[in-house]
T-cell receptor, first 113, second 114 residues
């Protein structure tokens, strides 16, 4: 079965430190990969996606993600975390022509001042 | 900012009532989706549509129904609300690409059934 795993339920990081939110996938073919963020009491917002090409993808709010085909990973990163980055982060994958997304369970990021 | 709207934002209703959650988008997107999400938890796809007069059930069994008579409108109806339906409902839409398009989400409807 196809799946997306976010192995950490929660990540804690100090403000100003780099952050990483992990995502691995098990999807057939060449997947499209996405990161979304959900701030408290709000809907989801698209952050970035990998379709093809450069393995390092840059997105909104200073976030970036690195696609690693051999490790089937798509970790989200930011060089310097802000308190305002505290939110719920979801990784998702789409197997080519399949129009439904396969969602991870989400990782709660807490950035401490 | 995505142009996708949901009403109402909050709804408290008694058991057995019929409710319709509204979702509209002004982006001309073919594909629309309904997700159910308990606070801070994972997303569950309950319905989706690839275009007018096309609707499919999602991965999570739901007692709700949907319709897609117009491209921009994708309402979700519960014929008889129950406390187990208490949750947040998120509507989303995406464009014409074959899976490569990101989904745009509405602000959600938080439903409480008493």
């Amino acid at each position: 079965a196809q799946s997306v795993a976010q192995p950490e339920d929660q990540v804690n990081v100090a403000e100003g430190n780099p952050l990483t939110v992990k995502c691995t996938y098990s999807v057939s073919g060449n997947p499209y990969l996405f990161w979304y963020v959900q701030y408290p009491n709000r809907g989801l917002q698209f952050l970035l996606k990998y379709i093809t090409g450069d393995n390092l993808v840059k997105g909104s709010y200073g976030f970036e993600a690195e696609f690693n085909k051999s490790q089937t990973s798509f970790h989200l990163k930011k060089p310097s975390a802000l308190v305002s980055d505290s939110a719920l982060y979801f990784c998702a994958a789409n197997a080519g022509n399949n129009r439904k997304l396969i969602w991870g369970l989400g990782t709660s990021l807490a950035v401490n001042p | 900012e995505a142009d996708i709207y949901q009403t109402p934002r909050y709804l408290v209703i008694g058991t057995g009532k019929k409710i319709t959650l509204e979702c509209s988008q002004t982006m001309g997107h073919d594909k629309m989706y309904w997700y159910q999400q308990d606070p801070g938890m994972e997303l569950h796809l309950i319905h989706y549509s690839y275009g007018v007069n096309s609707t499919e059930k999602g991965d999570l069994s739901s007692e709700s129904t949907v319709s897609r008579i117009r491209t921009e409108h994708f309402p979700l109806t519960l014929e008889s609300a129950r406390p187990s339906h208490t949750s947040q409902y998120l509507c989303a839409s995406s464009g014409h690409g074959q899976g490569a398009d990101e989904q745009y989400f509405g602000p959600g409807t938080r439903l409480t059934v008493t």
